[in-house]
């Protein structure tokens, strides 16, 4: 009553009418705490419209980038001459340098491009021309993108000679041996990747043209963008290995190897990237994986991917969410329950495939109230052994979960 000036009562007005003033103010309090409650919801609001702006105007930006280069690439090309693989220059002596761009087309031209996607450097030499006749004459059957053949018309060997054999025969088994020290330094440690990664590069020229070559070489560069803490560093691992394969498809679209680590640097790439194109790369990723999956559908390593694909859409963020309503017409869907039945399917193929999978069919049944259920999965995650950084973070999570 003290804190109410004596002129702002009526005349006559007793404790009666002090009490009823006062009670006013408690609501007058209540209200403005309210207001202040709606006012910090309208500025955070605020503040992330202004975020979906921000990302909206450089995807746009990023658009128009994106259009000018193809256009800028596509009139280039057309003036560029390519080939298929691995040639000495008609106007070099001992050059073995690979000398080729890939082209967006697969069907043959009268630039003399091949099914592949590439044109020779010199369409219009005595090489083409007898490579020509010897096809329509039937004399050459071997694919015209293996070394063997580019040696071979290049010396002017005919089929039956003895050293173009030897030396294709030891073509082959020198890829069989190095593959599979490759795919031996790809599992063991940090040491070992790197080691694998050297060994490929330093055969890039030799096997350049080769499948299987090619997907592990893009796996190399993946297993680098791993090792490696520099942001800068782990993008220019990635994408180079994303190019590597985007050749590597172009040519050989029924591989699964290619579609799985192609989705898997693709993913790599957008790390660092805007939301917008995070999201996009999420499209992309999970075109390949399905791909794969159809060429592939025993290998538990994809359905692992796609249940990472399935759990991490089912946890976007609402601005996320709101930045892909905005983009696109069909948004990505999927829940947990889809990203367990992957799991699920990954530990069907391959029991123990890995602690991280475990992990993750732990934290579906979490999120989906089934505690007994996730608490059993948890315990079998833990009899795992940790051989990979993903495990050890899922390690980090697996403590997290039981404390």
Not at 34 to 53: A, Q, S, Y
Not at 130 to 145: F, I, P
Not at 281 to 293: N, S
Request: net charge negative; charged share 30%.
């Amino acid at each position: 009553a003290q804190a109410v000036p004596e002129a702002l009562l009526p005349v006559g007005a007793g404790d009666g009418a002090v009490s009823s003033l006062l009670l006013r103010q408690d609501k007058q309090l209540e209200v403005l705490e309210r207001l202040d409650f709606v006012v910090r919801n309208v500025v955070e609001l605020r503040k992330e419209v202004e975020e979906l702006r921000n990302s909206l105007q450089h995807l746009a930006v990023e658009i128009v980038g994106d259009v000018r280069t193809h256009l800028e690439e596509t009139q280039r090309m057309t003036r560029r001459r390519k080939f298929p693989f691995c040639r000495d220059r008609s106007d070099s002596t001992g050059s073995s340098s690979i000398y080729f761009t890939a082209s967006p087309g697969n069907a043959n031209t009268d630039d003399g491009e091949s099914e592949g996607g590439y044109t020779t450097a010199n369409a219009e030499s005595d090489y083409d021309r007898e490579s020509e006749r010897e096809s329509e004459e039937g004399e050459d059957d071997v694919s015209c993108d293996t070394v063997r053949t580019v040696r071979r018309d290049s010396l002017d060997l005919g089929p039956e000679d003895e050293s173009a054999l030897l030396l294709d025969s030891s073509l082959e088994e020198g890829l069989g041996q190095l593959l599979e020290q490759a795919d031996r330094l790809h599992s063991g440690d940090e040491q070992d990747k790197r080691e694998g990664f050297q060994l490929l590069l330093n055969n890039k020229l030799a096997y350049a043209g080769q499948q299987e070559f090619l997907w592990r070489l893009a796996r190399a560069h993946s297993d680098m963008w791993e090792l490696t803490e520099d942001a800068d560093e782990r993008r220019s691992y990635a994408s180079r290995g994303k190019e590597e394969l985007e050749l590597a498809l172009q040519k050989w679209d029924q591989s699964a190897e290619c579609h799985q680590w192609f989705a898997i640097l693709c993913g790599q790439v957008s790390e660092y990237e805007s939301i917008p194109k995070r999201i996009q790369a999420g499209y992309v990723f999970k075109e390949h994986i399905d791909k794969a999956i159809a060429l592939k559908p025993q290998d538990p390593q994809l359905y692992y991917l796609l249940g990472r694909w399935c759990y991490q859409v089912a946890h976007l963020g609402w601005l996320e969410k709101r930045t892909v309503s905005a983009l696109f017409e069909v948004p990505p869907t999927a829940t947990v329950q889809d990203a367990l039945q992957n799991f699920l399917r990954v530990e069907e193929l391959s029991p123990g495939f890995s602690k991280a999978g475990r992990v993750y069919i732990a934290k579906c049944y979490r999120d989906l109230g089934n505690t007994s259920a996730a608490v059993l999965w948890m315990d079998l995650a833990s009899e795992l052994p940790g051989n990979t950084k993903e495990d050890a973070e899922s390690e980090r999570e697996l403590e997290e979960m039981r404390s």
